[in-house]
């Protein structure tokens, strides 16, 4: 921005730089916060995935071992069902000769991970409603770059955030 001002000792010119807009300062933060989020959230994900798996291969491990399923189910938290299916998924192992009160602890440590993942999920989550409200609230983005943002469909976010107050940035 140049402005040009005569007066009778000649030309002064402003070479500063305009105030941003203030809307354009909340939409490039809100831009920022949504992307940090959605990158905390697939990393979450991802972590989540191995620490199933290994939970599975331990529960499976601990049954091919004759450990009871009522007593697996009880230590794990899972269903007596799903704990019947996840051992018919590993058919292919052999017993490890490890105590079970061992294969309880690991199990249940894992369990307890897997758990906070869970609650770290839903804070993640819970920080994204409120980051899209506050967007929509503020009008700053339309609901096709909120989408792509954070990997929802635009039509789940109008669902999502109806009625919602944004909470503080």
């Known amino acids: 921005m140049s402005i040009t001002h005569q007066d009778d000792s000649g030309y002064y010119r402003y070479r ?3 105030k941003p807009d203030p809307a354009a300062r909340q ?6 916060l949504l992307k940090a989020n959605r990158q905390r959230i697939a990393f979450n994900a991802s972590s989540s995935r191995p620490l199933s798996v290994r939970l599975n291969q331990h529960i499976a491990q601990a049954l091919r071992d004759g450990m009871k399923v009522t007593r697996l189910a009880e230590a794990s938290g899972l269903s007596r069902w799903t704990i019947r299916t996840i051992g018919l998924s590993f058919d292919d192992l052999l017993p490890s000769g490890t105590h079970p009160e061992q294969q309880l602890a690991v199990i ?4 307890s991970e897997l ?4 609650e770290a999920k839903a804070a993640l989550e819970e920080r994204r409603l409120s980051l899209l409200a506050a967007a929509r609230r503020l009008g700053v983005m339309d609901d ?5 943002l954070t990997a929802l469909q635009s039509g789940d976010i109008r669902k999502m ?5 944004p909470g503080l940035l």
């Open 16 to 18: 500063g730089t305009p």
């Open 144 to 148: 096709f770059e909120l989408a792509a």
């Open 108 to 111: 249940a440590g894992l369990k």
């Open 115 to 118: 758990a906070e993942l869970e």
């Open 161 to 165: 955030t109806r009625g919602l107050q």
């Open 27 to 32: 939409a490039d933060k809100l831009r920022r």
